[in-house]
Each structure stands twice: as structure tokens, then as C-alpha cells.
């Protein structure tokens, strides 16, 4: 049996790495390639604001992905993106079709280690 869904957590992204509630966030965060992708993404643009047409792109264009756009689209809009904001990375505008990426220390160092291990892989 699954846990009740409880709402939105809300965590201080900019916390200590030692907090238990941050970590676990992270690792959820993390654990999805497409949310890597995304966090990747919107890490390394200029500003904090991009649009979901930017990341279909983005994520289109990447070697792992082989899906067409609009499945890409679909599981941006119902799974990564909520997700993402849920945990309190990102705020996601479905109506304005735009993300805004909250700057996380933590989740940045964490992205770095996936990316150095996938590239010794």
C-alpha cells in the first residue's frame, strides 16, 4: 500500500547538507533522469526562468531521450515538473507554460556527483 500524498513540502533549499528532509528531497529529485535533465537545464541558464518549450527542446535534443516531444511535453506537465516543485525546487506555471528554478546549493553538488559518475560509466 502507497502513503497518503500529505501536500506540498515546503524546505529551505539553501540548508545544510547533513538535514534529512533536504537529502531525501534531493534523492527524489534526482533519481528520475528526466528530472536530472531539468534541474541540469535550468542550473546552468542565464536567469531563473525558462519555458517548458525550452526544456522539450532541450530534453529532445539529448542523447538518452528518444521520445518525441509531445511525450516528452506530456511527462513534463503531469510527473517531472510537479514533482520538482513539490519537493520546492522549482515553481511551475502551467497556465504561462514557464518554470522558474530556485537556486539549491545542495541539489546543485548532488547533480554535479550523478554527472561524474554517469560520465565514468
Known amino acids: ?17 547533513n538535514d534529512t528532509d533536504t537529502q531525501t528531497a534531493v534523492h527524489r ?4 533522469a528526466y528530472r536530472r535533465r531539468v534541474v541540469e537545464y535550468l542550473a546552468g541558464c542565464e536567469g531563473d526562468v525558462a519555458t517548458v518549450d525550452e526544456l522539450i ?4 535534443d539529448h542523447d ?37 528554478y530556485r537556486e539549491s546549493p545542495v541539489l546543485e553538488r548532488e547533480l554535479r556527483r550523478c554527472v561524474d559518475v554517469t560520465a565514468v560509466t
Open 57 to 60: 527542446a532541450n530534453l529532445h
Open 1 to 17: 500500500m502507497s502513503p497518503k500524498w500529505r501536500g506540498p513540502i515546503h524546505l529551505d533549499v539553501n540548508v545544510p547538507p
Open 29 to 32: 529529485a534526482l533519481a528520475c
Open 64 to 100: 538518452e531521450v528518444t521520445e518525441n516531444r509531445r511525450h516528452i511535453a506530456v511527462k513534463l506537465h503531469h510527473v517531472a515538473l510537479p514533482k520538482l516543485a513539490t519537493l520546492g525546487f522549482l515553481e511551475y506555471d502551467d497556465r504561462s507554460q514557464t518554470v522558474r
